[in-house]
C-alpha cells in the first residue's frame, strides 16, 4: 500500500498544507464522494483528513510563532486558516493556550523572556 490514494493525498496535504483550504473538493474528484475519501483515510491513518489538516497547519503555526515576528493574525492565515478567529479558536482548543501567549512563552527572538520549556514538548492533544 506504499502508493494507495490515501498515501499519495497525504504526500499532498503535507507539501501544501495551507493549500488545503477547500476541504477535500479538488481530492473527491478521483473518488466517488468525499464521504469515502474521508473512510479510506480515515483507515489510512487513523484520523480524518480535516482533522490531519488542522495538525499539519498548528504544528507550522507553533514553528512561526516562535520563530517571526509576523503578527498572530497573518501566522494563522499563512497556514490556512480562514480567520484570525478561526486560527485562536483551534490553537486553543489543541494545545490549552492561545497563540499570543505562546509566542511569549517560546519565542526565539527574546531568550529573557523564554520559558526554560521546549515547544515541541506542547502536545496536540485529540
Known amino acids: 500500500m506504499s502508493n494507495s490514494p490515501p498515501r499519495r493525498i497525504f504526500g499532498r496535504i503535507v507539501a501544501v498544507p495551507s493549500a488545503s483550504k477547500q476541504k477535500g473538493r479538488k481530492v473527491t474528484t478521483h473518488w466517488r464522494c468525499a464521504h469515502d475519501v474521508a473512510r479510506r483515510f480515515k483507515t489510512e491513518f487513523g484520523t480524518t483528513p480535516a482533522d490531519f ?3 499539519l497547519r ?3 503555526a507553533r514553528r512561526r ?3 517571526d515576528d509576523n503578527s498572530v493574525e497573518s501566522v494563522g492565515i499563512s497556514v490556512g486558516f480562514k480567520s484570525a478567529d478561526a486560527f485562536r479558536r483551534a490553537f486553543e482548543r489543541r ?3 492561545n497563540p499570543s501567549d505562546y509566542r ?3 519565542s526565539a ?3 529573557f523572556e523564554r520559558e ?3 515547544p515541541s514538548r506542547v502536545s496536540l492533544a485529540a
Open 53 to 55: 489538516v488542522e495538525r
Open 58 to 60: 498548528l504544528d507550522e
Open 65 to 67: 510563532l516562535s520563530a
Open 95 to 97: 494545545l490549552g493556550v
Open 104 to 106: 511569549r512563552r517560546f
Open 109 to 111: 527572538n527574546d531568550p
Open 116 to 118: 526554560a520549556s521546549d
